[in-house]
């Protein structure tokens, strides 16, 4: 009876000891929610990269959920503003002030994310790492891994060149002053002196005046938004030259203006010689139009003092703040499984990673468009990481067409100046 009774008591005891053990085991299980905007070729590779992380990290159960482009940022901002969101997201470097302003970005954590030190992560992006991935670094603290950067260089049609005795290649304006002369020469004009193809044209919606305007007064040493005090500075010599040479292309010139089709589109419609608001991406949608083509660097003005093109922009992985310690941990080491195929998201996926695992190899340096990309990344920056990003955006495009609809250029900065440093003071006390 005795070796019976004891029988019975070693078999209950491995039953509570199992039953122990799988409650542990689920209680262990770390479940993270990853949230990506469509792109149709790039969600084959992030499963591929999932299933490989959840195999090799058996306690961490990755829920993906992709969601349309167009409903990303307000479910994204509204989850986030909640408490609710995802643990893991992938957005672009217009909310990223937002976000951090808001406190809702955790650091990133290089251990989990597999080298010793943030400085390793920079290394990975060779020379330039530090400002490849400044688009996400505030206050010299990293808070993403990019997916995808890019930048936008300038499309020539070769053909419409020759057409009007030009070499795309030699003739390509390198000067903003030489744009004129150039565009002038592509443009051709009905009876009545308006347009029918345009030389060059500005993209004019106000969503692009980050990208495109702010970068040119950059090359002349202004700086029209202070990210770090949340101030404007737009009534300066530098951002007056821009203005005037923005309004004199539209009313002086009659070289283009908001009134034309947009420049992407007339490109590809072969009614634009030049276009310089596409990036890489862009080749595709050329080839398909049946354009020759060539690319050339963004131009800089002649008493420029910084040489850089456009602006980068990117998106980056970024983990909530609010997620749990494991969960961030666990997070950031997903980062870098997602990011860890730059070959596969640029080769299939047309998504840009310029780690120098990639840029370095034969395939990179033979790509007819990437090593000019690379090279104005390096020399080039992003906008403003601010809070009101959308907003101060929308309010420079305002103070623009009261300019191009004949007010006082000097007012209307004064007024812009005041405008948007409300804005981005106030967005900033409300992140």
């Not at 400044?134 to 990293?142: I, P």
């Amino acid at each position: 009876m005795k070796t019976r009774t004891r029988l019975i008591c070693v078999a209950i005891t491995l039953i509570l000891l199992a039953a122990t053990s799988g409650t542990t085991s689920a209680q262990n299980k770390i479940s993270l929610n990853l949230w990506m905007h469509i792109h149709d070729p790039r969600i084959p590779i992030d499963k591929d990269n999932i299933a490989k992380f959840m195999k090799d990290n058996p306690n961490v159960d990755v829920q993906y959920t992709t969601i349309n482009a167009n409903d990303f940022d307000a479910k994204l901002n509204t989850a986030l503003a909640s408490g609710q969101g995802p643990d893991v997201f992938n957005q672009w470097t217009a909310y990223t002030g937002q976000f951090y302003k808001a406190g809702a970005l955790a650091p990133v954590d290089p251990v989990a994310f597999g080298v010793k030190s943030v400085d390793d992560i920079y290394a990975l992006y060779g020379d330039a790492g530090k400002a490849l991935l400044a688009g996400a670094t505030f206050n010299k603290q990293l808070y993403g891994i990019p997916t995808e950067l890019s930048i936008y260089a300038c499309y020539a049609n070769n053909d419409l060149f020759k057409a009007a005795g030009l070499d795309p290649v030699k003739d390509f304006p390198a000067t903003w002053e030489d744009m004129v002369t150039v565009a002038t020469k592509l443009t051709i004009r009905d009876a009545n002196g308006v347009p029918t193809q345009r030389g060059f044209d500005f993209e004019w919606p106000a969503g692009f005046l980050y990208l495109t305007f702010e970068p040119m007064v950059h090359q002349l040493g202004g700086q029209m938004v202070d990210q770090d005090t949340l101030t404007a500075h737009l009534d300066t010599p530098e951002v007056k030259q821009v203005m005037k040479y923005w309004i004199d292309w539209a009313k002086t010139l009659k070289l283009g203006g908001p009134q034309y089709t947009a420049s992407r589109d007339a490109f590809l419609a072969k009614q634009l010689a030049i276009e310089c608001t596409m990036g890489n991406w862009g080749v595709p949608g050329i080839e398909k139009a049946g354009i020759k083509w060539s690319v050339h660097p963004v131009p800089r003005w002649k008493n420029g003092k910084n040489d850089n093109g456009f602006g980068i922009y990117a998106y980056f992985l970024m983990v909530s703040a609010n997620a749990s310690a494991d969960k961030q941990a666990a997070a950031w080491k997903l980062t870098s499984y997602l990011t860890s195929t730059p070959d596969r998201a640029f080769l299939e996926a047309g998504l840009f990673q310029p780690r120098v695992s990639f840029t370095t190899t034969d395939k990179f340096k033979a790509d007819p468009v990437m090593p000019l990309f690379l090279s104005e990344m390096n020399k080039s920056f992003y906008p403003p990481l601010v809070p009101g990003f959308s907003e101060s955006g929308d309010a420079l495009g305002r103070a623009r067409d009261r300019i191009l609809n004949g007010e006082d250029m000097d007012t209307v900065l004064k007024d812009a100046e005041t405008e948007v440093t409300d804005i981005l003071q106030k967005a900033g006390k409300t992140s």
